[in-house]
């Protein structure tokens, strides 16, 4: 199941950096960029100092604050790290502060089901509106392996615990988490495995900011290349 789920998630294309050091590089190759004359390749546009890392995983990210209430909120630049372990890069957010507590959290993938809720889920602070699962009219189901909520809504979700949280400053954090268990509904199964076209995940298109659905499969992975040799 986890090795699906890791082939699940490089397929949404997985991954990378942090928030807070990300602005920080941007602001930084904007200003090289702006001192420096920009060389052409060919007949291609150059597009400038900008982030083109897309499309990028919608992740659901799901905890409880100090007094129980679930929250969950959506982050893009995230994905796998080792082993079974994922990470991501988080701002100050309520979240990050749940995560400090807790040291736990389940993640999903938004999908195309559930765009509206999942988007408002990334507007939406949890600072300010306590009850954000009950509003979209979602529930959630508490994991029994961690302290952390299970969004029902969700068909996929991975059961975590934080094993390392790095201070960014300002209130952010790079975590890194273990998966502890993987917990799918039926119904996006085929022959006991996940189904991509029946989770049917969203990815965020950094460079329209729009989320797009995965297409159909074009290759095999380790297999296509293989005329080549």
Not at 41 to 64: D, F
Not at 74 to 81: I, L, R, S
Not at 155 to 170: F, S
Request: hydrophobic residues 40%; aromatic residues 8%.
């Amino acid at each position: 199941m986890k090795q699906t789920l890791f082939t699940l998630a490089a397929a949404v294309v997985l991954f990378s950096a942090c928030c807070n050091k990300q602005e920080t590089n941007n602001e930084e190759q904007t200003q090289n960029a702006a001192t420096m004359e920009l060389k052409n390749v060919n007949e291609r546009v150059n597009m400038g100092a900008k982030l083109y890392v897309t499309p990028q995983p919608a992740l659901m990210i799901a905890t409880y604050d100090a007094e129980g209430n679930p929250d969950v909120m959506m982050a893009a630049w995230g994905g796998q790290y080792e082993g079974n372990q994922v990470c991501f890069q988080l701002s100050s957010h309520q979240t990050t502060d749940n995560l400090r507590l807790n040291k736990a959290f389940t993640l999903s993938y938004a999908d195309a089901r559930t765009v509206a809720e999942s988007d408002y889920f990334g507007i939406a602070s949890g600072r300010d509106v306590k009850d954000k699962v009950a509003h979209v009219g979602f529930h959630c189901t508490k994991s029994q392996n961690v302290n952390a909520p299970i969004i029902d809504e969700y068909p996929l979700a991975m059961e975590c615990k934080v094993v390392e949280m790095i201070d960014r400053g300002n209130g952010g954090a790079f975590v890194v988490g273990e998966i502890v268990n993987a917990v799918a509904d039926p119904a996006i199964l085929t022959d006991g495995k996940i189904d991509i076209k029946k989770l049917d995940p969203v990815a965020w298109d950094a460079s329209s900011l729009n989320y797009i659905t995965l297409a159909d499969s074009v290759g095999k992975a380790w297999h296509s290349g293989m005329a080549l040799k």
